[in-house]
């Protein structure tokens, strides 16, 4: 995808003769996608900070929050009707101040005021349009708001709505103060985590019957015509493919596979699939796959490819895999920076031939424009496979899903299955040049460290698990990116745009980065990244974590951030994980690595903390639950030690070894993989893992030896291939 060049034309309808913006706000001076695309609104817009509330403060007035992100459809929607609105941008001016908020950049805030208007309304989304007082208290909130009376159906606008709360926020100002508190009071109460496990032991928490709750709801809650939980909308997150893998694994349930199996194909097969250029959609509006909210998002896609590869691994599936791998290969070709970072997100709308923006008008398409860019026997092979009609399927246009297996329409145009491939794979290559000529949706360039750590993780897997240097080497660069860009003085930053480091690194930044890093560290041996990892938790936990007597665990801000009206532990896992969940899991690994007893405390006080949720409701910390299966499971430690004569090239590409494919061909979840060579340097290595203490490579054969061990307890070591297979093969049931 070429870059959009809608970043560089002032997003205004309101230009002076020469093409430059009537008016400019305070947004021009920020560096967020989202805030700059406000940037020329006729609102004076304010960014979050002081300047906003003392003004606030100083006038009396009320606050109006909007909080979005720049792909976000309906955000621009009400951008274009009311913050483009010179009568409502007129009445905004005069009568609040007026706060964007990029919501990626400040998740903390988003969470406050999600809260807010979920309490409110019973629901949530983007927009989200607050108002409050100028102590940041709300005291009204909603969503997207159309800007008069009567549009969309709806009794209010935002005009009228924005009059009538100025007008209780002057006559009723005890009431306004008073629904403040209480807003404020429930916000802090959700935010508040049950501490009624904390008493307990962390063993009388952790049991089978965790698992299996929650894999049963899920069965129940199942669409087993569609794959995903039954009805619509569908994001694929909400069926948590990587827990079945693993409940799939410890029960042998061959239904839970067959859930994981049918919900994979069907979105790989489905229009939420980009058949053309690789990568996954946000969500798809229908019950089938078919019909995507069209914007992409990086940890969407990170996220699928650690669901597809791990389920390559227990299936063999093929095609699982060539999905992962077309989903980085479309991450490096248009979403990776010239550094090696990846940037955020692409839009759902780009320009149509109007010169309008359309949602999906660059990943759809008509029969006219197939049949010219296509020979005729290529366009009959992409119509039949794709099921693309004259009529289409979206707004007279084709999303493309797969309508046949490619053996059918082999034998329908009586070809070979192999000639139907060969066909198939070079019209999408012309699809994909043809493509790449239109208005390219906008790409949001901002670098957020949680979401590329994610990404790293997900280049880690599948070239962990493909011996793909190619993207071993793409994860190493974005996470040199990291370190050399977003740490200052041991402390994380969260976002990264225009040279410019920004923001304080927030819990999930933190923790999907140790997370990569020790994925870095097992899959090639490089012992600086694990390093790195201890030093990250070591700040982690001066900054964000709780103290024991309040129950542990981590917030999701630091210590020394600003102060809002609420501090969040964040527990549920949606379309990210939760920070704790990873936190949690990072502890678990990192004790298995060092044996250090201070992790094992902490995450047992995490555990405990989450105690009655794992209770009541495991599946909404479906993340977490794949930390309680790597703690029942009694995680194998797996060392491998190559013997002193192995030089260092040929360690360097210890991957190429056949030892290695024993472990890349077994889906084993939970475990740690320790690489080493003989050498002086391994004496100070031991001090960190002791596990290495005593492991040697066998002198009589010149290659290395492995070790499986459990809870420190190992296995005899073996130096054949296949009693290592047989030894890591093993697996605890669950009772």
Request: glycine share 6%.
């Given at each position: 995808?070429?870059?959009?060049?809608?970043?560089?034309?002032?997003?205004?309808?309101?230009?002076?003769?020469?093409?430059?913006?009537?008016?400019?706000?305070?947004?021009?001076?920020?560096?967020?996608?989202?805030?700059?695309?406000?940037?020329?609104?006729?609102?004076?817009?304010?960014?979050?900070?002081?300047?906003?509330?003392?003004?606030?403060?100083?006038?009396?007035?009320?606050?109006?929050?909007?909080?979005?992100?720049?792909?976000?459809?309906?955000?621009?929607?009400?951008?274009?009707?009311?913050?483009?609105?010179?009568?409502?941008?007129?009445?905004?001016?005069?009568?609040?101040?007026?706060?964007?908020?990029?919501?990626?950049?400040?998740?903390?805030?988003?969470?406050?005021?999600?809260?807010?208007?979920?309490?409110?309304?019973?629901?949530?989304?983007?927009?989200?349009?607050?108002?409050?007082?100028?102590?940041?208290?709300?005291?009204?909130?909603?969503?997207?708001?159309?800007?008069?009376?009567?549009?969309?159906?709806?009794?209010?606008?935002?005009?009228?709505?924005?009059?009538?709360?100025?007008?209780?926020?002057?006559?009723?100002?005890?009431?306004?103060?008073?629904?403040?508190?209480?807003?404020?009071?429930?916000?802090?109460?959700?935010?508040?985590?049950?501490?009624?496990?904390?008493?307990?032991?962390?063993?009388?928490?952790?049991?089978?019957?965790?698992?299996?709750?929650?894999?049963?709801?899920?069965?129940?809650?199942?669409?087993?015509?569609?794959?995903?939980?039954?009805?619509?909308?569908?994001?694929?997150?909400?069926?948590?493919?990587?827990?079945?893998?693993?409940?799939?694994?410890?029960?042998?349930?061959?239904?839970?596979?067959?859930?994981?199996?049918?919900?994979?194909?069907?979105?790989?097969?489905?229009?939420?699939?980009?058949?053309?250029?690789?990568?996954?959609?946000?969500?798809?509006?229908?019950?089938?796959?078919?019909?995507?909210?069209?914007?992409?998002?990086?940890?969407?896609?990170?996220?699928?490819?650690?669901?597809?590869?791990?389920?390559?691994?227990?299936?063999?599936?093929?095609?699982?895999?060539?999905?992962?791998?077309?989903?980085?290969?479309?991450?490096?070709?248009?979403?990776?920076?010239?550094?090696?970072?990846?940037?955020?997100?692409?839009?759902?709308?780009?320009?149509?031939?109007?010169?309008?923006?359309?949602?999906?008008?660059?990943?759809?398409?008509?029969?006219?424009?197939?049949?010219?860019?296509?020979?005729?026997?290529?366009?009959?092979?992409?119509?039949?496979?794709?099921?693309?009609?004259?009529?289409?399927?979206?707004?007279?246009?084709?999303?493309?899903?797969?309508?046949?297996?490619?053996?059918?329409?082999?034998?329908?145009?009586?070809?070979?299955?192999?000639?139907?491939?060969?066909?198939?794979?070079?019209?999408?290559?012309?699809?994909?040049?043809?493509?790449?000529?239109?208005?390219?949706?906008?790409?949001?360039?901002?670098?957020?460290?949680?979401?590329?750590?994610?990404?790293?993780?997900?280049?880690?897997?599948?070239?962990?698990?493909?011996?793909?240097?190619?993207?071993?080497?793409?994860?190493?660069?974005?996470?040199?990116?990291?370190?050399?860009?977003?740490?200052?003085?041991?402390?994380?930053?969260?976002?990264?745009?225009?040279?410019?480091?920004?923001?304080?690194?927030?819990?999930?930044?933190?923790?999907?980065?140790?997370?990569?890093?020790?994925?870095?560290?097992?899959?090639?041996?490089?012992?600086?990244?694990?390093?790195?990892?201890?030093?990250?938790?070591?700040?982690?936990?001066?900054?964000?974590?709780?103290?024991?007597?309040?129950?542990?665990?981590?917030?999701?801000?630091?210590?020394?951030?600003?102060?809002?009206?609420?501090?969040?532990?964040?527990?549920?896992?949606?379309?990210?994980?939760?920070?704790?969940?990873?936190?949690?899991?990072?502890?678990?690994?990192?004790?298995?690595?060092?044996?250090?007893?201070?992790?094992?405390?902490?995450?047992?006080?995490?555990?405990?903390?989450?105690?009655?949720?794992?209770?009541?409701?495991?599946?909404?910390?479906?993340?977490?639950?794949?930390?309680?299966?790597?703690?029942?499971?009694?995680?194998?430690?797996?060392?491998?030690?190559?013997?002193?004569?192995?030089?260092?090239?040929?360690?360097?590409?210890?991957?190429?070894?056949?030892?290695?494919?024993?472990?890349?061909?077994?889906?084993?979840?939970?475990?740690?993989?320790?690489?080493?060579?003989?050498?002086?340097?391994?004496?100070?290595?031991?001090?960190?893992?002791?596990?290495?203490?005593?492991?040697?490579?066998?002198?009589?054969?010149?290659?290395?030896?492995?070790?499986?061990?459990?809870?420190?307890?190992?296995?005899?070591?073996?130096?054949?291939?296949?009693?290592?297979?047989?030894?890591?093969?093993?697996v605890k049931k669950l009772n």
């Open positions: 995808m070429k870059k959009s060049n809608e970043a560089d034309k002032p997003r205004t309808k309101h230009l002076n003769n020469d093409g430059t913006p009537k008016y400019t706000n305070r947004l021009f001076l920020e560096t967020s996608p989202y805030l700059l695309q406000h940037a020329h609104n006729p609102v004076n817009w304010y960014p979050w900070g002081e300047e906003a509330f003392s003004r606030a403060r100083e006038l009396a007035s009320p606050i109006f929050l909007s909080v979005g992100y720049s792909t976000c459809h309906w955000c621009h929607v009400m951008e274009e009707e009311s913050f483009e609105d010179l009568e409502i941008a007129d009445f905004l001016n005069k009568n609040y101040i007026s706060i964007k908020v990029d919501r990626e950049e400040r998740p903390d805030i988003d969470a406050i005021y999600m809260s807010a208007v979920q309490s409110l309304t019973g629901k949530g989304g983007w927009p989200l349009s607050l108002w409050l007082n100028n102590d940041q208290k709300p005291f009204f909130g909603g969503t997207y708001f159309p800007a008069r009376d009567g549009d969309y159906g709806v009794q209010y606008g935002l005009l009228t709505t924005l009059k009538k709360l100025k007008d209780i926020f002057d006559s009723k100002s005890g009431q306004v103060l008073q629904t403040g508190q209480e807003l404020t009071d429930i916000i802090s109460s959700q935010f508040n985590l049950n501490q009624s496990a904390a008493y307990l032991r962390h063993e009388d928490i952790l049991h089978a019957d965790i698992l299996h709750r929650a894999a049963n709801y899920y069965h129940q809650m199942f669409d087993f015509e569609n794959g995903g939980l039954s009805g619509a909308p569908k994001f694929p997150r909400s069926f948590p493919s990587r827990l079945m893998l693993r409940y799939f694994r410890r029960t042998q349930k061959e239904h839970f596979l067959k859930m994981v199996n049918l919900t994979l194909s069907k979105m790989a097969n489905g229009g939420i699939h980009d058949h053309v250029g690789g990568g996954f959609h946000r969500y798809s509006t229908d019950k089938n796959w078919l019909i995507p909210h069209f914007e992409k998002m990086l940890y969407d896609n990170a996220l699928l490819v650690m669901a597809y590869a791990e389920a390559y691994q227990v299936t063999k599936n093929e095609n699982f895999i060539l999905i992962a791998q077309k989903t980085l290969d479309y991450i490096l070709k248009e979403m990776t920076s010239e550094d090696g970072a990846f940037y955020s997100a692409t839009d759902a709308d780009s320009l149509n031939s109007n010169g309008h923006q359309e949602e999906g008008i660059f990943f759809t398409w008509t029969t006219e424009e197939i049949d010219t860019i296509l020979d005729v026997k290529e366009a009959k092979l992409i119509k039949y496979y794709y099921g693309v009609t004259e009529e289409g399927n979206f707004e007279g246009r084709n999303i493309f899903y797969v309508a046949k297996t490619i053996d059918v329409v082999a034998e329908k145009l009586t070809l070979t299955t192999k000639e139907a491939e060969e066909i198939l794979n070079t019209s999408l290559n012309k699809l994909y040049k043809a493509r790449e000529k239109r208005p390219a949706p906008f790409r949001d360039e901002k670098i957020l460290t949680a979401w590329n750590a994610l990404m790293i993780s997900a280049f880690v897997k599948v070239g962990f698990i493909l011996n793909n240097k190619k993207y071993l080497l793409a994860a190493k660069n974005a996470t040199t990116f990291i370190i050399n860009n977003l740490i200052r003085n041991d402390k994380l930053y969260r976002s990264f745009k225009d040279g410019q480091c920004r923001l304080n690194g927030h819990l999930d930044d933190y923790a999907f980065l140790i997370a990569a890093l020790m994925d870095l560290y097992e899959a090639t041996a490089e012992i600086e990244w694990y390093k790195n990892a201890v030093n990250l938790d070591k700040t982690l936990s001066k900054f964000y974590e709780d103290n024991e007597e309040d129950g542990g665990v981590f917030f999701r801000t630091s210590h020394d951030h600003e102060k809002l009206i609420a501090r969040e532990k964040p527990y549920y896992d949606g379309a990210e994980p939760s920070g704790n969940s990873i936190a949690i899991f990072n502890l678990l690994r990192l004790y298995e690595f060092s044996a250090n007893e201070d992790y094992r405390r902490r995450y047992e006080r995490g555990f405990k903390v989450f105690g009655s949720l794992l209770k009541t409701r495991p599946m909404i910390l479906s993340e977490l639950l794949l930390a309680v299966d790597f703690y029942l499971d009694d995680p194998k430690e797996v060392i491998i030690v190559f013997p002193e004569n192995f030089s260092e090239s040929d360690f360097s590409n210890i991957n190429d070894h056949p030892i290695m494919d024993v472990l890349r061909n077994t889906f084993l979840p939970n475990r740690i993989i320790i690489v080493v060579k003989e050498c002086q340097d391994l004496k100070e290595q031991e001090k960190s893992m002791p596990l290495l203490e005593g492991k040697v490579a066998s002198n009589v054969v010149d290659g290395p030896v492995a070790y499986v061990c459990r809870k420190r307890t190992c296995l005899l070591p073996t130096s054949n291939f296949s009693e290592f297979a047989t030894q890591i093969a093993e």
